[in-house]
Nanobody, 123 residues
Framework: QVQLVESGGGSVQAGGSLRLSCGAS???????VGWFRQAPGKEREGVASTYAYAGRTLYADSLKGRFTISQDSAKKTVYLQMNNLKPEDTGMYYC?????????????????WGQGTQVTVSS
C-alpha cells in the first residue's frame, strides 16, 4: 500500500506559478507517479507522469512548456511546477502511483491516489 499526500495548491492570478508536491510513503526506482486534474463538471484528465528509474516523463500535449514534473527520490516526493497559469487550469489536482515502468497518463492504470489539492486561477 502506498499513501500519497498532495500539497502546494492555492489561489493565484493568471500568469502566476504554483508548485505542487506529492509525498509518498513508499518510493523507489520502479515507481511511476502521475498528476491528474479534474475541473468542475469535467472528467479527470492526465497532466504529467514520471517513471523514477529512467527519469522518463510524459506530458499532456496541451500542457507542454508550462508544466514540469520532477522527482526527489531521497524525499520520496514528486513535484509539479506550473507556470503561466490560466483560468482553465483551475481544478482539483491529484497525484497517483503505481509500480512498474508502464507509466501512462491514464487514470485506470494507477493503483494509489491522494486526496487532492485545489488550484484556483483567477483572471
Amino acid at each position: 500500500q502506498v499513501q500519497l499526500v498532495e500539497s502546494g495548491g492555492g489561489s493565484v492570478q493568471a500568469g502566476g506559478s504554483l508548485r505542487l508536491s506529492c509525498g509518498a510513503s513508499a518510493y523507489g526506482s520502479d515507481s511511476c507517479v502521475g498528476w491528474f486534474r479534474q475541473a468542475p463538471g469535467k472528467e479527470r484528465e492526465g497532466v504529467a507522469s514520471t517513471y523514477a528509474y529512467a527519469g522518463r516523463t510524459l506530458y499532456a500535449d496541451s500542457l507542454k512548456g508550462r508544466f514540469t514534473i520532477s522527482q526527489d527520490s531521497a524525499k520520496k516526493t514528486v513535484y509539479l511546477q506550473m507556470n503561466n497559469l490560466k483560468p482553465e487550469d483551475t481544478g482539483m489536482y491529484y497525484c497517483a502511483a503505481r509500480w512498474g515502468s508502464y507509466c501512462p497518463l491514464k487514470q485506470q492504470h494507477f493503483d494509489y491516489w491522494g486526496q487532492g489539492t485545489q488550484v484556483t486561477v483567477s483572471s
